[in-house]
């Protein structure tokens, strides 16, 4: 499975953007999928997660209200509508997918900056 993080990039405050996470490869095997985040100096955190039908979302409570997660299984890509930006948001967002017997995939990550 092979995973690619598109959509990053700087914006202000208040900002909206929309990160995609296309799959290829063994696709089959994908169950859940989820964002993770990584600011400098800090351990990646995981941002939300969503249930292999896309039936079920959870979210860390910093992106609750914000942040909507959502899958498209015919295109194989999954989204992060991300509004209300804060600086603090700012972090390199990875794609993580969940394989057969709970084996992990990331994608290479996307920058997104938010400014004040």
């Known amino acids: 499975v092979q995973l690619v993080e598109s959509g990053g990039g700087l914006v202000q405050a208040g900002g909206s953007l929309r990160l995609s996470c296309a799959a290829s490869?063994?696709?089959?095997?994908?169950?859940?999928m989820g964002w993770y985040r990584q600011a400098p100096g800090k351990q990646r955190e995981v941002v939300a997660g969503i249930t292999s039908g896309g039936g079920s979302t959870n979210y860390a409570d910093s992106v609750k209200g914000r942040f909507t997660i959502s899958r498209d299984n015919a295109k194989m890509t999954m989204y992060l509508q991300m509004n209300s930006l804060k600086p603090e948001d700012t972090a390199v967002y990875y794609c993580?997918?969940?394989?057969?017997?709970?084996?992990?995939?990331w994608g290479q990550g996307t920058q997104v900056t938010v400014s004040s």
């Open positions: 993580m997918a969940v394989g057969v017997a709970g084996s992990r995939y």
């Open positions: 490869g063994s696709t089959f095997s994908i169950n859940a």
